[in-house]
């Protein structure tokens, strides 16, 4: 398959037709439109040819459409996330195990090449756990975490220049002064510590918004804009990483938007 693909058009589709009970028209365009996304959910052509022959089986292939793509986002999302807590904890095999199971079922090539380049970022991961080594190829948030996990079985932080630059740049991420930054890179325990105090700010600051946003969004549904308002307010009078700020500060902003007409 070559080409970005964009699903806007089939999701819009979608929604006229399957939520909102608007008429399924085989227009030339949406024949097109069902042809290409069943091809992209990896849906055999002669299946496709034959189900585009009338609009009563035009409208399974739509639904089995939608199944793909609905159902391989989600639990690829989901298997990321489990992936993601594991690997925080220290757990790369059981972060592979995850992504695996994506792997044995999914079908759509989109997520299943997703679903293999988590596995390489993990097989990556697997080398800075054993080296000690930062990879600067892999996401600082990752590594922290694993370099953490070496630290709390006894294997001491190697100070290379290459760790010292990573700690210099994880520590200004999470808005930690260059004077205790500096002070704590003279020498290798103390860097454990600021290792540290890196990933707990990241870890704490993380479950923090998660739970201002689920908060907010409860009590937006509900009606209480004040309410989901002071959710992300309270969050930024205690949070000092600059882009969890950021994200509640530009959720706040979308609170006092008009609604859509």
């Known amino acids: 398959m070559s080409g970005k693909i964009d699903w806007e058009p089939i999701r819009a589709l979608v929604q006229r037709v399957l939520e909102q009970g608007a008429p399924l028209e085989l227009t030339d365009d949406v024949r097109a439109l069902l042809r290409r996304s069943a091809r992209e959910v990896a849906l055999p052509a002669k299946d496709t ?49 995850q992504i695996e199971k994506v792997l044995a079922v ?3 090539p989109l997520y299943r090449k997703h679903a293999t380049n988590a596995l390489a970022r993990i097989d990556r991961l697997d080398k800075v756990a054993a080296s000690g080594q930062v990879d600067p190829k892999l996401p600082e948030h990752s590594q922290l975490f694993v370099l953490l996990h070496r630290v709390h079985q006894g294997k001491p932080l190697k100070l290379t220049r290459r760790m010292r630059a990573f700690l210099r740049h994880a520590a200004a991420e999470v808005a930690i002064s260059e004077d205790e930054t500096k002070e704590a890179l003279k020498n290798p325990k103390s860097a454990e510590a600021l290792l540290q105090k890196i990933a707990e700010r990241r870890r704490k600051g993380r479950r923090r918004l998660e739970r201002a946003l689920w908060q907010m969004m409860n009590l937006r549904d509900a009606g209480d804009l004040e309410g989901a308002r002071q959710q992300l307010r309270d969050l930024l009078a205690v949070e000092v990483v600059p882009v969890y700020r950021q994200a509640a500060e530009e959720n706040l902003a979308g609170l006092d938007e008009p609604p859509p007409a």
Not at 57 to 63: G, I, K, Q, T, V
Not at 68 to 84: D, K, Q, T, Y
């Open 106 to 108: 999914e079908t759509v």
């Open 49 to 97: 040819e034959k189900a585009l022959r009338s609009i009563r089986s035009a409208m399974p292939l739509l639904r089995k459409i939608k199944r793909r793509i609905w159902g391989g986002s989600w639990r690829l999302m989901e298997a990321e996330n489990r992936a993601s807590r594991l690997q925080d904890a220290g757990d790369l095999k059981g972060a592979r195990a």
